[in-house]
């Protein structure tokens, strides 16, 4: 069974938009052994959707489409398919009543257009929506196109994402007949070269039915493990066995054999051992609070977080001393220090984390250029006693970027606490 | 003119990277006026790549193809492209010479697959390569494939971002003889099909050079105004417009009229009338201090933020009293009301934005369902008085979409105290 997917809408086209959605679906198929040949953007003109459409239906087995299923003009798919496969539409009274019930909900007047997006094609499996209105469809084009399937989605990512792991995976996993296993691998504080040359030993004996790939992404590299075989049992061994020797050699860079992300396992450790964070933020301006309150649960172990921008803040809020500030600058480690001490003294937090820097683009000189970062930790001994310690890192992008690794690197120093 | 992109790599396929290339190519061509039919993605297997360039050649003037120019074995478009033309390579010493000198650079020996990767097919125009070793090709494919023109490029972001920017935008802009102008105009407070309704007779009078697409997001919907032509003064003109048309039937729910993010118009005006800002947020846990401080120049209207999460910690950094906490409970208008009068008098602040609220997935109740957003703004008086005010608001996302649409409505708070 082989895959081609077709993103449709004039905005990727454009470049106005990135193509999100084909890489999801792409995974997902992947993990249920369905590999994918093409992936196919083209625009909301009908024609150009009929020609796709039907391009992917002589090659694959399985073409999902993304795109023109919502009520405005510039969505078309349906229309197109339906007349491409000379079926009618029919009326599907569950997704009417969806679409019903959210427009109260939300105070809103029902309008003869939702009638229309409740309709589905004769013959179609139609999918619930359950993020948004319209419904999805999967559709045997039948004996014309070689009973290929046909999938469609809206372009809405969340809409689609719920539509492929509630509907169309488990629909099409049990006729794949193949078994894919990727075992993600995270690390922290090691670059790629360095990483290939620790486990050179494992990617020289890999053995056939498995891959091994190393993706970098803005804040480190990660691995992923896949292996693929009929028999799920021989998939699952083989890959443990090559995920067990990667994490023996490179053991001490790895924080999660799996797709967490690093804020989830700092408030999974924070959690498993009863202890509360506060943090002190500069130069992350917010994000480090907002990635550990991203997990859900967060609020058992995330007390507060203060965002002090101005100097009157870190005075105010964490009694950041004014001579520290005038003898060293606000970016300093003496500073970072005397936050994290503040942070931790004031929240009653368990552990404290600071951060204070240069996220750019204005505000970097030759001495403390943009992308350098004071960090601080602090933590209670046994003894009640506050243990606080400082470093200095620098990293190399844009605002954004920058704020990124500042708070990656925040998040490292609390795991390397709880360790 | 029209293009074609072909984005080569199995990484893209398994949906193991984002592609990032096809959008930045495909912005750079719109911005000389080539439009962009389609995007085609496709495995490093040379058959793959020989049918997705034959068949883009039949029908785009241009096909641009990012992948397979580097010295590892899953490489192929080079001798794809050499087999399909029925071409030699050739040395090419300005490459070679580049080559050898990074290398020396960095210490390394300069091995034979170096001479390998200076090599350019005949014919070609080849493209300098400012960020890497692999040179680019400008290629006229001859009469057999209608003299259309087919460029390669490597597919590391930044290489193929300076080849796009030095020789490949400048090479076809006097061949284009077209303009386009994109006009992007942002909304907030309405949903697609609503606004699809207050601007139909727009949509319907739109003129033949014109289009207009709906990019829906998290937060809200923006509209994109393209229109095309030969002469610029025309192109702007008619947008211009089409622009004005739906701004003066839309006006109340458009902050922008271009690709500014709402935190940037917020900051923008900040700064314009020399106002300060500060936030207390609960459920927003830092995103709306995050947003705020991506804004390049925000550190000169941002006073502090306060991530608030536990009851203490409004009691203790904002002064909520806990009669206030105990009789409404945490999720309150009264609680949003003193905590937006907290922050404004305690940081000093000409204006500040309190959010409390249920973000999911735990913690919802009937009365107080997951979504449910409490906010309040506090403002100073011309007589020094403070004023607040509160609202409240329901979202129906996960716990990531629901801190950004909480975050989205107190930036649109600020915003109207700001009008």
Redo the contacts between chains.
């Keep these: 069974m082989k895959a081609d997917i077709i993103s449709i809408g ?11 959605n ?7 198929l ?1 993990a249920i052994g369905i ?10 003109d009908p024609e ?1 959707i009929s020609r ?1 459409i039907v391009s992917s239906l002589a090659s694959a087995d399985l073409v999902l489409v993304t795109g023109g299923l ?5 969505d078309r798919t349906r229309k197109v398919v339906q007349e491409l496969l000379g079926r009618e539409l029919l009326f599907f009274p569950d997704a009417y009543e969806r679409i019903v019930e ?1 427009f109260r ?2 105070g ?1 007047e029902v ?1 003869g ?1 939702m009638r229309d997006q409740a309709m589905v094609i004769e013959g179609s499996l139609p999918v619930p929506n359950t ?1 948004g209105t319209a419904p999805g469809m999967i559709i045997d084009c039948g004996v014309r196109y070689g009973n290929s399937h046909l999938v469609l989605m809206p372009g ?1 990512p ?1 809409e689609m994402e719920a539509m492929m792991n509630l509907s169309v995976i488990p629909f099409f996993a049990p006729k794949s007949g193949r078994f894919i296993l990727h075992t993600p691998i995270m690390t922290m504080g090691i670059g790629e070269s360095q990483l290939a040359g620790m486990i050179v030993d494992v990617e020289d004996g890999l053995p056939s039915a498995t891959t091994l ?1 190393y ?1 970098p992404h803005a804040a480190g590299v990660s691995l ?1 493990v ?1 292996t693929m075989g009929s028999e799920k049992e021989a998939v699952d061994e083989e890959n443990r066995r090559v995920v067990d020797a990667i994490v023996s050699k490179a053991g001490r860079f790895i924080y999660a054999v799996s797709d967490a992300s690093l804020e989830e396992v700092v408030v999974r450790r924070l959690l498993e051992r009863r202890l509360t964070v506060a ?1 002190a ?1 500069s130069c ?11 997990v ?4 058992g172990c ?9 100097n ?2 870190k005075e ?2 964490l009694g950041v001393s004014p001579e520290t500030l005038e003898s060293f600058g606000a970016v300093s480690e003496p500073v970072a220090l005397e936050m994290a001490r503040g942070c931790l003294e ?3 937090a368990d552990l404290a984390v600071a951060t204070t820097g240069i ?5 970097g000189s030759a001495e403390k250029p943009v992308g350098m970062l004071c960090l601080a930790v602090a933590s209670r001994s046994a003894d009640g006693s506050i243990k606080v310690e400082a470093s200095t890192l620098s990293m190399h992008g844009d ?2 970027q920058n ?1 990124i690794r500042f708070s990656e690197a925040a998040l490292r120093a609390l795991l390397e606490l709880l360790r």
Tied chains: 1, 2.
């Design positions: 004039d905005e990727l086209l454009k470049g106005h938009r990135i193509n999100t084909a890489p999801f679906i792409a995974r997902a992947g590999p994918v040949e093409r992936i196919v953007t083209c625009s909301d150009a796709s919502g009520p405005t003009r510039d959210i909900r939300r809103r309008s257009e993020k809405v969340v790939s993706l992923m896949s943090v933020e992350t301006g917010g994000l480090l609070s907002s990635r550990l309150t991203d859900p649960g967060s609020s995330f007390l507060q977080g203060m965002v002090t921008y101005s009157r803040a105010s809020l004031r929240s009653g996220a750019g683009p204005g505000g605002r954004r704020k």
